[in-house]
């Protein structure tokens, strides 16, 4: 099951890079591919030492002490033992009633938050689920992809308002024209990245549920995570916008699957799926 996750996952990330290049080709030429590809590896190089700090930061997070937080540090660090990492997250607390969680850095660095109500109002299996849905993002390096695809995306909607504009100056000075297609591809660029970066979010999300009940060994605490977060965010969006809000936004616009349709998967897996990670036995 991971595999086809996986694979996937290269397509649109190759979708998304085809579309990058292209707005590139269309504005300097074959050099314009190379210019976006020095641009999109300078960004990877330097986003993911600048992210972590600057989100945590953000979110106002709080470090959990390893002797304050004993039994969420163990839960961690055994079942990043279990995922391979090279080294466990350090781990931080949100301050904030919502039921949340993130995960953040690298393998080398890794990092986990987690919010005052998840904490508080989850069960330790439930914890634990949700713990190793993080940790699968780390393994499966999904902050990696998370980065690529957010500077291509970016870059992509650069050279589409660059493309945009010098139709404009072109039409405006009579010097020359773009071509319909050029100007519909710099229109349209934008939208198409969007929705592919929305596809790759659940692409990963589905395959981090399936890699965190291979490093819990059953699906029951994830799946009642889940449950308890989708039923916190829907409060959530009556109090802030009812009567406003009727219904869910469309699957295709949505950043995580739909929770019923998560569960139904989680509820699918063979026993076979429960095997921990090749090389790793399972333990703690």
Do not use: K
Request: hydrophobic share 50%.
């Amino acid at each position: 099951m991971r595999r086809s996750y996986r694979a996937e996952a290269s397509a649109l990330i190759l979708a998304m890079a085809g579309i990058a290049a292209l707005c590139a080709w269309l504005l300097w030429g074959p050099g314009g591919i190379w210019i976006a590809l020095g641009a999109i590896i300078i960004g990877y190089l330097v986003v993911p030492r600048l992210a972590p700090a600057m989100t945590l930061q953000l979110f106002g997070a709080i470090p959990m002490a390893p002797d304050l937080w004993p039994d969420e540090t163990a839960r961690v660090h055994a079942l990043a033992a279990r995922a391979g990492l090279p080294a466990a997250p350090a781990l931080y607390r949100l301050p904030t009633d919502v039921g949340m969680a993130f995960s953040t850095g690298t393998t080398d660095t890794p990092v986990i938050a987690v919010s005052n109500g998840a904490l508080q109002r989850m069960s330790a299996a439930a914890l634990t689920g949700l713990y190793a849905h993080e940790i699968a993002h780390l393994a499966s390096g999904d902050i990696a992809l998370r980065t690529i695809s957010e500077l291509m995306g970016r870059f992509t909607r650069v050279l589409s308002l660059v493309g945009l504009f010098a139709a404009l100056w072109l039409s405006v000075t009579g010097d020359s024209q773009l071509p319909t297609g050029g100007i519909l591809i710099f229109a349209f660029a934008p939208t198409a990245i969007a929705l592919l970066q929305l596809a790759l979010s659940r692409n990963r999300e589905y395959e981090a549920d399936a890699f965190a009940v291979t490093l819990t060994g059953d699906a029951v605490g994830l799946v009642a995570a889940l449950r308890q977060l989708d039923d916190e965010q829907h409060s959530l969006l009556r109090r802030l916008f009812w009567p406003h809000a009727r219904g869910e936004a469309p699957i295709w616009l949505r950043t995580h699957p739909r929770t019923a349709d998560r569960i139904a998967r989680l509820h699918a897996l063979r026993p076979q799926d429960f095997a921990p990670p090749r090389g790793h036995d399972g333990g703690a």
